[in-house]
């Protein structure tokens, strides 16, 4: 471009254009925006700083230069098809995007937003002119945001959570590295690879090229996320740093819960079995079986347990449901289940021992409404048969099934357990003769529902109308049976059923 | 009055004004959250009688029955009442009279008498 030397004497409208045109110079050569006007054999008539930084040249160094030869590649290619098409159609081209290098940052991925337009000279196109824009902090912060949220789901996933870093391993590559791997600090103190390969000892890699993000939750320190840069050259900086660090969190809650979810489920099995006695004792002169099945999938302790045990010369028989469930719920259950044993040591009747029971809970725990609801029956050997004794706090009455086919209830009413100071309980007694069993149960038995449809009292009294005189092992099985086969689906709550038969 | 024992119904009503609070369906561990934070929308009046209507409640369990006590508890501790409708011999007025629950809480089958 050719510079008109300043004359003086200059017509006001030729100074006027003169301003203009260098007013339209500075804003072209200040721009943040690169820019270019290219020939029609794409060779370059004028380009500012910006554009020509692109290849770590200057402005005025391009001119006449092709640009495929004036920018590294792949823009000479990039920007071809488009300046064709400017030129055979005579429209506009807008916005875009171009993922090239930038010789300012070479260790950076760039992206680039173009436009492309014809310059016109008395209708003929004479010139293309061309704006890019480095929009690349932009889309890497797109990327970011979808990788995390990507992330998100793969760590929400119901798998194992070393399946679940496996993905999240493989989701951060290539956006965020070459490499990625994913190490766990192990309870032991041991270290152990679960995603990614190893990195191996010896490559040397400087901070430029490589982030290692704790896995951290509850402020510890779980393990690390490695990200390495390497055939792509690519470099880190702070803001993959940040998306690292939020990576690290993430996956880090992710092992966290997983471990607690074990936790859990390891202190519910070790309670749920501290609620009943391990095996059934033998009892001379009494067949017993028992029938329990814990609510769900194990993670919640259950509320109902059962017990059989000598005291004295008799036995005693309980099974009981504290309400609600989990590790508070299961606290009560154990305290409960273990007192009865304390405090039947005597030969004091089963309305006694629930009257304590109802003291010792309150004594231990306060009164509250989280209560319990029990059946306590002793049992004493007479002539060829057994007396047996009953009282129920709150719980559902016991059945005397009788060999010949009758089966009837067993014992008044009482108050639940817990809630309490005073309670009302009462003892009633059977005679049960060889082939007479009691039969004592939790409402989850006969509150197994299908489509709404309980189970119900009605219909375990005709089923172990059915079963009189069978062996309790055969009761309690045929029992399980029924009402799995009635609920067909996931038990809503826990069930337990304790049979005891005089041996014929 | 019949009701077609559904396997997730449940509803709850409050009148704040006068004190009620009206269940229907199945008053167990999923829904007893529900019943338990009516009862304490209607505490916020401190009505003198708190009415807690359960005769259209199919199926009563005990974290069901353990929100009923609570809430008498509270009411004790404050010099109010808790007055439980129920059907006499229906589910709830069963487990009711199972517990002896009776004996600690007024229950009445009619809702004029709760009042009173």
Redesign the interface.
């Known amino acids: 471009m050719i510079e008109e030397p300043s004359a003086p004497g200059e017509a006001p409208e030729a100074w006027e254009l003169r301003e203009s045109r260098e007013l339209l110079d500075t804003i072209i050569t200040c721009a943040p925006v690169g820019f270019a006007l290219l020939d029609p054999a794409m060779r370059v008539v004028r380009a500012n700083e910006t554009l020509a930084n692109i290849g770590g040249r200057s402005g005025d160094d391009l001119v006449g230069e092709r640009a495929q030869d004036a920018l590294p590649p792949p823009w000479g290619e990039a920007l071809a098809g488009p300046f064709r098409r400017v030129l055979e159609t005579g429209e506009p081209v807008d916005d875009l995007e171009i993922a090239a290098p930038s010789a300012a940052e070479p260790g950076r991925d760039h992206t680039w937003l173009a436009s492309w337009y014809p310059v016109r000279h008395e209708g003929e196109i004479v010139a293309v002119g061309v704006f890019v824009t480095d929009i690349s902090d932009r889309v890497r912060a797109e990327r970011g945001l979808q990788l995390l949220f990507d992330v998100g789901e793969a760590l929400d996933a119901t798998l194992g959570v070393e399946e679940r870093l496996g993905r999240l391993a493989a989701l951060v590559v290539p956006t965020l590295g070459d490499f990625c791997t994913i190490e766990m600090l192990e309870p032991t103190g041991e270290i152990r690879v679960v995603a990614g390969d190893a990195i191996l000892a010896g490559t040397a890699v400087d901070g430029e090229r490589l982030i290692a993000a704790p896995l951290r939750a509850r402020a510890r320190d779980l393990g690390t996320l490695t990200l390495r840069m390497g055939p792509s050259g690519r470099t880190y900086d702070d803001a993959d740093r940040a998306i690292a660090l939020q990576l690290g969190r993430r996956a880090g809650i992710a092992v966290d819960n997983a471990r607690l979810y074990d936790a859990q489920l390891r202190i519910a099995d070790t309670l749920q079995r501290s609620l009943l006695p391990p095996a059934l004792p033998e009892v001379p002169g009494i067949e017993a079986a028992a029938l329990y099945s814990p609510m769900g999938d194990g993670v919640e302790v259950g509320?109902d347990f059962y017990d059989l045990f000598a005291a004295g010369p008799s036995w005693v028989a309980v099974i009981g449901?504290?309400?609600?469930?989990g590790v508070e719920a299961a606290a009560l259950t154990s305290l409960a289940r273990h007192s009865i044993r304390a405090l039947t040591r005597d030969d004091a009747p089963p309305s006694v021992v629930l009257e304590r029971l109802n003291a010792s809970i309150i004594a231990e725990r306060g009164?509250e409404?989280?209560?319990s609801?029990v059946a306590c029956a002793r049992l004493v050997p007479s002539g060829s048969g057994v007396t047996a004794t009953v009282s129920r706090a709150?719980?559902?009455p016991p059945l005397v099934v009788r060999s010949a086919g009758r089966v009837d209830p067993l014992g008044r009413?009482?108050?639940?357990l817990g809630?309490?100071a005073e309670?009302?309980l009462h003892d009633d007694a059977a005679e049960l003769t060889p082939g007479d069993a009691l039969v004592l149960y939790t409402?989850g038995i006969t509150?197994a529902?299908r489509?709404?449809?309980?189970f119900g009292e009605d219909r375990l009294r005709s089923l172990l109308r059915d079963l009189a005189g069978r062996g309790a092992e055969e009761i309690a099985r045929a029992v399980e049976r029924a009402v799995a086969a009635h609920h067909g689906g996931p038990l809503?709550?826990d069930l337990a059923l304790l049979v005891l038969r005089v041996s014929p | 009055m019949a009701r077609e024992a559904d396997k997730d119904s449940f509803e709850v009503a409050t009148d704040r004004a006068r004190g009620v609070v009206t269940v229907a369906g199945d008053l167990d561990l999923a829904h007893c959250q529900d019943l338990r934070l009516a009862i304490l929308a209607v505490e916020e009046t401190r009505p003198p009688v708190l009415v807690v209507d359960l005769r259209e409640v199919v199926h009563i369990d005990s974290t069901g029955l353990r929100v009923i006590l609570d809430a008498s508890t509270r009411a004790e501790a404050d010099g109010r009442r808790v007055v439980v409708v129920v059907e006499p011999g229906g589910p709830v007025g069963k487990v009711l009279e199972l517990t002896l629950v009776t004996d600690r809480i007024e229950v009445v089958g009619d809702p004029a008498a709760a009042q009173g």
Do not use: Y
């Open positions: 509320g449901d504290v309400c609600g469930k009164l409404a989280r209560f609801t709150g719980h559902p009413p009482g108050t639940l809630p309490f309670v009302r409402d509150e529902r489509d709404g449809e309980m809503g709550d």
